[in-house]
């Protein structure tokens, strides 16, 4: 192999299997994989790609749920030069449709279960569970032994959650993701002794940058699971086989919402990090009430900056419950008005960034690459509030600060507030056009047992002024969300707006 500088995203494996070769790296269903025998199987999953004709730079999209196979395609692209697309495995139609054309795929790695759903003329592999696979067919492929990437090589386009507008596929470079690895690490206490369970999707950001890859970094041994279920994740905490999990606070709010969780031995827990979305005041307050010596971490960022920007650490909670903490090791921040200006602290205004964590800009997409990056900096759209000490604590995102009467109401307050009542289980909060009040500040909201709209009402005023004050409350069986576990205020307020 044409030997380069190591800095890029394979090379993080490269060197866990010199320095530990026969440790576990990760565990699967039945299948258990060293870091020496992930590492050689990541070679000849490169090697068994190129050998289909694509050259370094071609874009090749995954399709598929967690697996051992999503992994190691993910570490042959890299290492092969091709620039991996992730994509939501529950994605169909035309929104399927729109990532592959919009990536310019040249060939989708994908389950067999999913296969039916690409479009008919879409150049396909089967990851797993077929003969053909790109699994079963690494026995039978020699090590790729080939030049390695460049550190400022494109290795994924790692698309935005699409919340307010279409997904956009942000350039992430070795380079990039490198940092984050590294940034991820020292703010996240990652070392090699943790146990941790992976059980959020592999083609979000969160799981497989925040968590799986620097995992792999530091030489740990994972265990990867289908899906967040939480009978197997009790299960494995109480069996001593994982310590540490990564969840949206939807899957927080689901696992403290079992009617076990009360009982359950859980304090094998030692690391609890939550993130991709606001978490719930009231929900944090019941995890630490269940488990007090459990260590919380709030990961904040998005899929732009790989996606880590802040992390609020567990000595750092008291009184902070709703910041998302300081910058880690690569990001500088700043909080800015509309005119780009920086606004005095506990002012809100646009966090921005700077940092080498940074994507590239937005894959074929120059005017929102423009709109952007400004002067240096990454212009979020998150509405942030800075303190002297260095705390960000989000606001809302810009998008969806409601304007009530004139006045700037933020969404995650009120949503904090329904959450103390006993009759939400989870709660949404929107602005609906007006003809009185412009928008009107509209909650809607997912029940626990019954409960009346006046009676949730009444409770945010005990908090709230009443200009904050849901003034309807639409009561459903679910929210929309996306697979991070993001809810989509944008099909909310499309689904209420008439």
Known sequence: MTQGQGSTVDGVLRRSARRVPARVALEYGERTWTYAELDDAVSRAAALLLAEGLVP????????????AYLIAFLA???????????NQHLTGDDLAYLLGQSGSALVLTDPKLAAQLPPDVR?????????????????????DGPEPRTEDLVQLLYTSGTTALPKGAMMTHRALVHEYLSAITALDLSAGDLPVHALPLYHSAQMHVFLLPYLAVGASSILLDAPDGDRLFDLIEEGRADSLFAPPTVWIALTNRPDFADRDLTGLRKAYYGASIMPVPVLERLRERLPKLALYNCFGQSEIGPLATVLAPTEHKGRLDSCGRTVLFVDARVVDENGED??????????YRSPQLCEGYWDKPE????????????SGDLAVRDAHGYFTIVDRVKDVINSGGVLVASRQVEDALYTHEGVAEAAVIGLPDERWIEAVTAVVVPRGEVTE???????RET???????????????????????????????????
């Open 57 to 68: 730079g071609d874009r090749v999209a995954a399709y598929g749920h967690n697996s051992d």
């Open 77 to 87: 692209c890299a290492r092969a030069g091709l620039v991996h697309v992730p994509v």
């Open 124 to 144: 396909r592999m089967p990851l797993r569970d077929a003969d053909d696979s790109l699994l079963a067919r690494l026995p039978g492929t020699e090590p790729y």
């Open 343 to 352: 606004v005095p602290d506990g002012t809100p205004g646009e966090i921005v």
């Open 368 to 379: 929102e690459t423009a709109a952007a990056f400004r002067d240096g900096w990454f212009h």
């Open 454 to 460: 006046e009676q949730l009402v009444a409770h945010v």
């Open 464 to 498: 709230l002024p009443a200009f904050k004050a849901p003034k309807r409350v639409l009561f459903v069986t679910e929210l929309p969300r996306n697979a991070s576990g993001k809810i989509l205020k944008r099909e909310l307020r499309d689904r209420f707006g008439d």
